[in-house]
């Protein structure tokens, strides 16, 4: 099945899921005025209607007019950066879900990425649900190689303000910061981190 089939059915599971949730609480109201008519009882309120599922259409449109950038497969390092960069800002803006994210992202794959990706989805079971990390270390491992991430790994943990104001030290720390996720587990750690390498006069 290809991905714009796969969207289809996902959107028509969606769908069926919510019309079924409005349909049992409608005949639960139904059925709670009846009893309550036999016996004496005041009516109660009829129960709000669950907000349906979210419509994958809907997802897919309001991601479209953003007019995200596609990707065909490039490995020039610097052009994978700078479109994953742009995707995870858009898609951090938009706040969906990560399995949401992972489905948005994958429109994106033209060519030979969209060839890689109907590969990777053709190794795993089924009814898989992908996470964000584990999307994003399958992209990595295709586009970014294992030498890049280490001279990152090591740029990240040398890295001083030295001349660098502390807007441009902040910066440069973020982005590397991207690369380190696992030196940097939480908040704390990545405070500690940021400022050791500060200028002694400003830490």
């Keep these: 099945m290809d991905q714009m089939g796969q969207v289809l059915l996902l959107m028509q599971q969606q769908q069926m899921m919510a019309l079924n949730m409005q349909q049992q609480q409608q005949m639960m109201a139904t059925l709670m005025r009846a009893l309550a008519q036999n016996f004496g009882m005041p009516e109660p309120e009829a129960p709000s209607l669950a907000t349906p599922m979210t419509n994958t259409n809907n997802l897919y449109e309001r991601f479209q007019r953003h007019r995200p950038c596609t990707f065909e497969g490039t490995y020039r390092l610097e052009e994978v950066k700078y479109w994953l960069n742009r995707v995870i800002k858009l898609l951090r803006s938009l706040h969906y879900s990560e399995v949401e994210n992972v489905e948005l992202i994958s429109y ?6 969209d060839l890689w990706w109907e590969s990777v989805l053709r190794s795993i079971f089924k009814n898989h649900i992908w996470t964000w990390e584990a999307f994003k270390a399958r992209f990595n491992e295709k586009y970014i190689p294992q030498s890049y991430q280490h001279e990152r790994d090591n740029e990240f943990l040398r890295l001083q303000q030295g001349r660098m104001s502390v807007a441009q030290y902040e910066n440069h720390f973020t982005e590397l ?12 750690i990545k405070m500690r981190r940021f400022t050791a390498g500060l200028r002694n006069a400003i830490r």
């Design 108 to 113: 994106l794959f033209e060519k030979e990425a």
């Design 177 to 188: 910061s991207r690369y380190a996720s696992e030196m940097i587990a939480n908040e704390a």
